[in-house]
């Protein structure tokens, strides 16, 4: 199971733009005469990851059989 986990893991951590627009913003100030497209690869592939993420995240927690039915609490 780990090797199929392992497989799937990239799908599943597609949407996490905070991160993304954070690391952008660091490496934007970081490097000036980049930063505008620093900035714009990464809002262009933000918007494009949070479009297609949960469905792919869904996914890969589906073909690693973790995305299971909700219960109730007891």
Same mark, same amino acid.
């Given at each position: =199971? @780990? ?5 799937? &893991?990239?799908?599943? $951590?597609? #949407?996490?733009? /905070?991160?993304? $627009? ?6 934007? %100030?970081? !490097? #000036?005469? %980049? /930063?505008?497209?620093? $900035? =714009? ?7 494009? !990851? @949070? $479009? !297609?993420? #949960? !469905? &792919?995240?869904? &996914? =890969? &927690?589906?073909?690693?059989? @973790? ?8």
């Amino acid at each position: =199971a @780990e090797k199929l986990h392992a497989r799937w &893991l990239g799908w599943a $951590l597609m #949407p996490q733009a /905070g991160v993304a $627009l954070g690391m952008a913003i660091v490496a934007a %100030n970081q !490097f #000036p005469a %980049n /930063g505008q497209t620093i $900035l =714009a690869v990464t809002v262009g592939a933000t918007v494009i !990851f @949070e $479009l !297609f993420g #949960p !469905f &792919l995240t869904m &996914l =890969a &927690l589906s073909k690693v059989g @973790e995305a299971g039915q909700i219960s109730a609490p007891k």
